[in-house]
């Protein structure tokens, strides 16, 4: 049990990962909106020097990156490594990142707002993902000036974010929740509760992957630790009803055939689209979440998601690809992954 919100840990067959991030502006510079590209580069400038003159108190180093200056393929992976936001790489002029090299931590510039930082963590870690946000907040907070008022706290481009400026969010594996049909009512109790359910990039009610992000959306007259226990308290019950829901689908025969059947879809399919894969790959999850496959982690399959998106495989592969190839290599990266992961013969056989 965590002793600041009393959490377990042993989540993971739901919750992927948590993330915590703050919006921050100068006092001195209007919104990114309202600036040229040269103010921008002037902004960058200055959360670049405060980041890299601090950063010794961070156990890993800061690189930074000039947006402008990556490919299209190298932009978007950013995205679908959720490090960064869609809008983010919509106009990269003027736009820069500081990104840890483990990529736990992102800061975009001149995004939204002037400094958004970004905590990822693996699984269900509240509390240490905020720690580390909270301290890199504080370690800007010596350097810049940001814009605050006594009233309304801090001040942000969006008004619904001022406040706390602080957005909590969990990424949820829900295939059960999601086969039921429940989404939608579920979606419409958490927003009376101040929380968002959508899909991991911001999709509608119809994610990939069966992947949900659960968020606070109230900023302003409630603190952050209260913000991130009402989160956490929320998750909670949502994992408790797609464990109760996957309990459920596995006495049906035809989900159980499903989940074999993608497993032997991913192992021997020498074409896989980007969209196909992802769909069996949460069916596979499924199955190790249920115990079907324990010779399987999440990890690896969580890096699957990843690694299989059009520009990741791209990125990797360090060239550009048409649609054929990427999908017969997207297929052989798949492969080559749960081809290490199958059981011996010789356990196979003992079963």
């Known amino acids: 049990m965590n002793e600041t919100t009393g959490y377990r840990k042993d989540v993971s067959d739901v919750v992927i990962s948590t993330r915590i991030r703050f919006a921050r502006n100068l006092k001195d510079y209007a919104f990114p909106c309202r600036l040229n590209v040269e103010s921008k580069c002037r902004v960058a400038a200055i959360v670049k020097e405060a980041a890299l003159e601090q ?20 932009a978007v992976s950013l995205v679908e490594r959720h490090l960064v936001s869609p809008e983010f790489i919509s106009d990269r002029q003027g736009r820069g990142l500081l990104l840890l090299d483990d990529e736990s931590v992102s800061i975009m510039i001149n995004e939204e707002d002037h400094v958004r930082i970004q905590v990822i963590r693996p699984n269900m870690d509240l509390d240490g993902a905020y720690e580390l946000a909270d301290t890199i907040d504080t370690m800007f907070d010596e350097k810049l000036n940001f814009a605050f008022s006594e009233k309304l706290g801090y001040l942000t481009q969006c008004p619904t974010n001022i406040g706390t400026g602080m957005r909590a969010s969990l990424l949820l594996h829900l295939p059960a929740l999601k086969e039921s049909g429940s989404m939608g ?47 956490h308290d929320i998750a909670f019950q949502l994992i408790t009803q797609e464990r109760n829901a996957r309990e459920a689908m596995l006495k049906n025969l035809s989900v159980l055939d499903t989940i074999y059947r ?90």
């Open 55 to 74: 950063q010794a108190i961070l156990p890993r180093r800061f690189r930074y990156i000039q947006m402008s200056e990556l490919t299209q393929e190298e």
């Open 185 to 231: 009512k579920i979606t419409a109790s958490l927003a009376k509760l101040g929380l968002v359910l959508r899909g991991s990039y911001g999709e509608g009610n119809d994610p990939k992957a069966a992947i949900y992000q659960l968020s606070n959306q109230v900023t302003l007259g409630i603190s952050e630790k209260e913000a991130i226990k009402n989160l």
């Open 262 to 351: 993608a497993y032997g879809l991913l192992l021997y399919a020498k074409l896989l689209s980007n969209d196909e894969c992802l769909k069996l790959l949460s069916e596979l999850r499924f199955g190790v979440e249920m115990g079907i496959f324990d010779h399987i982690d999440f990890d690896t399959i969580n890096h699957l998601m990843i690694e299989v998106q059009p520009a990741t495989l791209m990125k990797n592969i360090g060239k550009k690809l048409n649609p054929q190839d990427r999908d017969a290599i997207r297929a052989e990266v798949v492969r080559t992954a749960l081809t290490r992961k199958q059981v011996p013969a010789s356990r196979r056989l003992e079963n």
